[in-house]
């Protein structure tokens, strides 16, 4: 019943019928997909929504002196482990990034036996708490060209505690 010719037919109708499939597919794909051009022209009917264009997205500036105010040295220790991979608390002992014992007031090229990048003397002589805020913000964007790598803390409040512990560390 079933010998070589009724298996090779049978699997020859499977392979067509996948066949007929795929290029069924690649037709409609052509059809519906690159014939219109979609996006390159206006739409034909815009809804007017009323206030649609006022309503843009208000982003609440925070001022980091209110924050720093609250900040929690115990909170910020748990965030030091970020910092830690690249940065020693013992004064004078470097990693890949400076030692940060006493960073806060300090100015920016403090340790003599260090090479610090030229981006960050440019833009700070002293590491204020705003001037940290900012850095460890976004450390690209406020001294384009540092060597820091990191990419940055998001929350106010964490950069905040940070610093609050830093601060703490030195009398």
Known sequence: MFDTMTLTKTLGALCGTLLVYLLGAWVAETIYHSGGGHGDHSQAYVIEVEGAETAEE???EVDFAV???SASASDGETLWRNCR???ALEAGVHGTGPALYGVVNRPVAFYGDYNYSGALIAVAEVWTPENLNDFLENPRSYAPG???????MRKVEDRANLIAYLDSLDD
């Not at 540092?146 to 940055?152: F, I, P, Q």
């Open 58 to 60: 208000v982003v609440e």
């Open 67 to 69: 924050v720093m105010a």
């Open 85 to 87: 991979s690249c940065h």
């Open 146 to 152: 540092t060597a820091m790598g990191y990419n940055g």
